[in-house]
């Protein structure tokens, strides 16, 4: 359970089969086990007036990197979902590509639970933007 | 501060010149004291595969119809933003259009905390599909 | 599953088994299909400098609601246990009792979730001291 | 605004003076700028059937550690509140000492920001029995 079983092209091509809507927006920038780091290509669509990345870019980029984080080590699993989000928003991001660290605290039969630090390219993970806590369920 | 300022008609047209690239996918369906009704316009932008709602469109609602509810006691202030977000979900939703009742607890001169209970058109806010606690800050 | 199963004198009854070093400083209101009300009967124990009611003893109360308003649909399952609390604290709390209402969102056979809402006996549900989500996890 | 204000003896004694019904259960076991380490001596008072930590007594834990990570920044502000606590709680925790890293990830003129992992004395961080994310107020 400390190994993964699935590395970052492998999880890249089942992302772009199940989540072909958002495949193309995401890279995956490195897989080791119980963590994760993706990040979001910024365009237009992620945009808010003022030039910031949206509120609901910064979920969608946590919620799937802490995904794929439990996906490398289970396998591929589509029907594990996402039962509880906690965004704590920290400063407005910068008008860049967004990255996020998700790192699994508990890895359990049926509920996996941990945590994600986003943060501007250009920045540093000591000046986050947001950071979210994520629990899953497995079926 | 029971009574609101803004009605259903001035609201919306705030959001379709503050978020021009989201009003359209949104109809505010009621304008209350401290609450507000909200709908989202569901298309093929909002779906994932299963034919669900995304999770980022469930937060683009449940934030917007929270900031519609503060907008409407205390005016046009476009500078207030989330500092706080906590999402559950409760049930798959179907692929129809949802909707969101936000209630202000706590309109502070620095804080608003309140929550958001979603669930679908063609249902019942007693089979909700996911609840959010928010707290946004003001200028 | 919209009848309950257990009376509050059974629900109380059970508290002061599990739970003896807590039952006596906390009573139960109401119960009915997926709510139930307690009571915290504060005493010094509860209290912070200036005189308010403590964060953890806002935390037990809304914790042993939300349990007790589960019980009372499913019947004695003492290995239920909380997996996720989100605590929004709203205003300071009087030197005085507090109430909380729970209200049960989803009772699912793996998860139950839900939210609370505390108030000062003397005061108004419509001025809460605090919020809470919770998620309970069934054996 | 990255070196701290106060060391560890400094801040105990402001926690004994402004907290005494709470500063013997607790000690400061390492300050550093943006972050402190905590340790709850566990006896019969936090303790659950079952021999288990309480829920209220780690939430105890992860507040304080989170306000004397800020103390140690900011000075003595006795007036800085907790507006937001979210627990996720991960493994049943051992009859023993608890041990808090709390990380402030924010240290806004407002707002501070950080999170918590609590884990058994005898235990490892990799193995945490609760997760916090913390929201301060200043005044």
Redesign the interface.
Known sequence: MTETVLDARELYDFLTV??PQIADQLAIENIAPMTARMRLHCDERHL??GGTV????I??LA?VTFYVAILAMIGREALT???????????KPAKEDLLCDARI??LGR??V???C?LYSASGSPDK?VA?A?V?Y?RP
């Open positions: 199940e989540f808010r007036p949206s509120g609901p870019s979920m969608l919620d979902v996402t039962t509880n989000m906690n965004l704590t928003f920290l400063r605290l508990k049926r509920l639970s941990g945590d630090l986050p950071h806590t629990t369920a």
